[in-house]
């Protein structure tokens, strides 16, 4: 809070300075704050709950996000830049016209500010309560109200220093948050492994070290790679939570070294969050957990003493915050400069799109608690429901016409307008029927299945009107030859990676 009052009292009230920092961030604030801000409460409880039953496979969600980050590095984020974007919406308008450009921000402040939100509040308050049941016991003897008070109580103090501060204030706490992420997850690695004797323990006392599961597996085979390479293009490349901060990079070269340095920092973030449930398997192999969602908390009662806990704790709150003032930042900045400068008043002064971006923090607060709530209702009555792969699926509903959009609007010769604003709809349709179609088939490929579709049908239409699919080499950049040495070393290791733990 005080990072954020700091950052208010030195701010200046432009929207330029409040939504992207005045185009003046470098790239170890890129780095440290995106990975921030993907990161939060629900990968160390439910990404670490889904770990604890299927294994190593859970890490392909975050590793395989280096696809996504290598492509917003060299292809994404260089085109938003030259034609200097505040959102991401204004790259779509320039694209495809001003009703695309508003469907895609009101589903994607649907998305982030109702579904996103309430689950990162969600998850943070019910990592407070599994931690430290006993020292909130004020809050009510009922674990759902306990959950439902600590939401409210992180929500309003995450909305109020980013209220106060921009991005500057998000970019800046972001920083802070991350060193207690990373430093809280180490401990734990650490303590976990020792535990069970070290990494070859891994090997001996589970059968969990696999990337890759069978193809009929009912969540995470090893299929779904493909979904997640489609999904990654979205929310690595046209995702305004995540690249608000490389939109405010100093230069070219910031934004795409920002860029690849989270790509590193992913795989740290994977190893912090799945490689500590493994180890919590092999632990309680002869007695395992009711609820996997209870993997963290578990390994955090169980092997940490007091000090530790608050250590891990303080982790988790910044992840949690990280996320959530990342989120309120960028919904207000879709609400004030998209639509209400935009559609609603074009003479609007920048201290009153400011204001107006304040006013959105709110509404989009009420909005996250309210489905955070619907979650709260979820899981108390059903402990070992899988709330994480239900939120991933719901999701996609929207993410599908995200990915149809992104690709026709970057890849695709001319692609229609108005043939892509119907296919983003329709995406939704196509999972419905796919879904009924094939039942039992992983929600992943399901997802699959829906994006090639519509690319499809919109990629047909593309060849017929001008018998020319895709763009050339134009829509490449690359800063500098050490850039580009960064990238292919990325991409290696991603290989490498895949290859190492089949």
């Given at each position: 809070?005080?990072?954020?009052?700091?950052?208010?009292?030195?701010?200046?009230?432009?929207?330029?300075?409040?939504?992207?920092?005045?185009r003046?961030?470098?790239?170890?604030q890129?780095?440290?704050?995106?990975?921030?801000?993907?990161?939060?409460?629900?990968?160390?409880?439910?990404?670490?709950g889904?770990?604890?039953?299927?294994?190593?496979?859970?890490?392909?969600?975050?590793?395989?996000?280096?696809f996504?980050?290598?492509l917003?590095?060299?292809?994404?984020?260089?085109?938003?830049?030259?034609?200097?974007?505040?959102?991401?919406?204004?790259?779509?308008?320039?694209?495809?016209?001003?009703?695309?450009?508003?469907?895609?921000?009101?589903?994607?402040m649907?998305?982030?500010?109702?579904?996103?939100?309430?689950?990162?509040?969600?998850?943070?308050?019910?990592?407070?309560?599994?931690?430290?049941?006993?020292?909130?016991?004020?809050?009510?003897?009922?674990?759902?109200?306990?959950?439902?008070?600590?939401?409210?109580?992180?929500?309003?103090f995450?909305?109020?220093?980013?209220?106060?501060?921009?991005?500057?204030?998000?970019?800046?706490?972001d920083?802070?948050?991350?060193?207690?992420?990373?430093?809280g997850?180490?401990?734990?690695l650490?303590?976990?492994?020792?535990?069970?004797?070290?990494?070859?323990?891994?090997?001996?006392?589970?059968?969990?070290?696999?990337?890759?599961?069978?193809?009929?597996?009912?969540?995470?085979?090893?299929?779904?790679?493909?979904a997640?390479?489609?999904?990654?293009?979205?929310?690595?490349?046209?995702?305004?939570i995540?690249?608000?901060?490389?939109?405010?990079?100093?230069?070219?070269?910031?934004a795409?070294?920002?860029?690849l340095?989270?790509?590193?920092?992913?795989?740290?973030?994977a190893?912090?969050?799945v490689v500590?449930?493994?180890?919590?398997?092999?632990?309680?192999?002869?007695?395992?957990?009711?609820?996997?969602?209870?993997a963290?908390?578990?390994?955090?009662?169980?092997?940490?003493?007091?000090g530790?806990?608050?250590?891990?704790?303080?982790?988790?709150?910044?992840?949690?915050?990280?996320?959530?003032?990342?989120?309120?930042?960028?919904?207000?900045?879709l609400?004030?400069?998209?639509?209400?400068?935009?559609?609603?008043?074009?003479?609007?002064?920048?201290?009153?799109?400011?204001?107006?971006?304040?006013?959105?923090?709110?509404?989009t607060l009420?909005?996250?608690?309210?489905?955070?709530?619907?979650?709260?209702?979820?899981?108390?009555?059903?402990?070992?429901?899988?709330?994480?792969?239900?939120?991933?699926?719901?999701?996609?509903?929207?993410?599908?016409?995200?990915?149809?959009?992104?690709?026709?609007?970057?890849?695709?010769?001319?692609?229609?307008?108005?043939?892509?604003?119907?296919?983003?709809?329709?995406?939704?349709?196509i999972k419905l029927?796919?879904?009924?179609?094939?039942?039992?088939?992983?929600?992943?490929?399901?997802?699959?299945?829906?994006?090639?579709?519509?690319?499809?049908?919109?990629?047909?239409?593309?060849?017929?009107?001008?018998?020319r699919?895709?763009?050339?080499?134009?829509?490449?950049h690359?800063?500098?030859?050490?850039?580009?040495?960064?990238?292919?070393?990325?991409?290696?290791?991603?290989?490498?990676?895949?290859?190492g733990?089949?």
């Amino acid at each position: 809070m005080a990072i954020g009052v700091f950052s208010r009292v030195r701010g200046e009230t432009t929207a330029e300075e409040y939504f992207i920092s005045n185009r003046s961030l470098r790239w170890p604030q890129i780095a440290l704050s995106t990975v921030a801000t993907n990161i939060h409460a629900g990968h160390f409880l439910g990404a670490a709950g889904s770990a604890y039953l299927y294994g190593l496979a859970q890490a392909n969600l975050e590793i395989n996000a280096v696809f996504g980050i290598l492509l917003a590095a060299f292809v994404f984020v260089p085109l938003y830049l030259r034609m200097r974007v505040m959102t991401i919406t204004q790259f779509f308008e320039a694209r495809f016209g001003p009703r695309v450009a508003t469907a895609y921000s009101v589903l994607t402040m649907v998305l982030y500010g109702f579904l996103y939100l309430g689950t990162t509040l969600f998850w943070g308050a019910y990592a407070v309560n599994a931690l430290f049941p006993a020292q909130i016991l004020w809050l009510g003897p009922d674990p759902a109200l306990r959950v439902a008070l600590m939401m409210v109580v992180l929500g309003v103090f995450s909305a109020t220093y980013t209220w106060l501060g921009g991005l500057r204030a998000v970019v800046r706490t972001d920083a802070v948050q991350f060193v207690l992420l990373v430093g809280g997850g180490c401990v734990l690695l650490f303590v976990a492994l020792e535990r069970l004797g070290g990494w070859g323990a891994l090997y001996e006392h589970t059968d969990l070290m696999h990337l890759h599961l069978p193809a009929d597996h009912p969540k995470l085979p090893w299929t779904a790679i493909g979904a997640m390479l489609l999904l990654n293009l979205n929310y690595w490349g046209s995702n305004q939570i995540i690249l608000q901060r490389a939109l405010a990079a100093r230069s070219m070269r910031d934004a795409q070294v920002g860029l690849l340095a989270a790509g590193v920092l992913k795989y740290v973030t994977a190893l912090l969050i799945v490689v500590p449930a493994i180890a919590l398997a092999g632990l309680l192999r002869d007695h395992p957990l009711s609820d996997p969602d209870q993997a963290y908390p578990t390994l955090v009662n169980m092997l940490l003493p007091a000090g530790l806990r608050g250590l891990v704790l303080c982790g988790l709150f910044a992840s949690l915050m990280s996320s959530v003032d990342s989120i309120f930042n960028s919904v207000s900045t879709l609400w004030s400069v998209d639509i209400y400068r935009r559609r609603l008043r074009p003479d609007a002064t920048d201290a009153q799109v400011v204001a107006m971006g304040r006013r959105a923090i709110v509404v989009t607060l009420l909005a996250g608690l309210l489905f955070g709530f619907v979650q709260v209702y979820v899981k108390f009555n059903d402990p070992q429901f899988a709330l994480t792969h239900w939120f991933n699926d719901m999701s996609y509903y929207i993410k599908v016409g995200f990915v149809i959009l992104i690709v026709a609007a970057v890849f695709l010769v001319r692609a229609r307008p108005n043939l892509v604003l119907g296919m983003m709809f329709a995406a939704v349709g196509i999972k419905l029927a796919l879904e009924r179609i094939l039942p039992g088939v992983a929600y992943f490929n399901i997802t699959a299945l829906t994006i090639l579709t519509g690319l499809s049908v919109v990629a047909a239409v593309s060849w017929r009107d001008h018998r020319r699919l895709v763009r050339g080499r134009e829509i490449w950049h690359v800063e500098d030859r050490q850039v580009g040495g960064f990238g292919v070393l990325l991409l290696l290791s991603l290989v490498a990676i895949q290859v190492g733990f089949h």
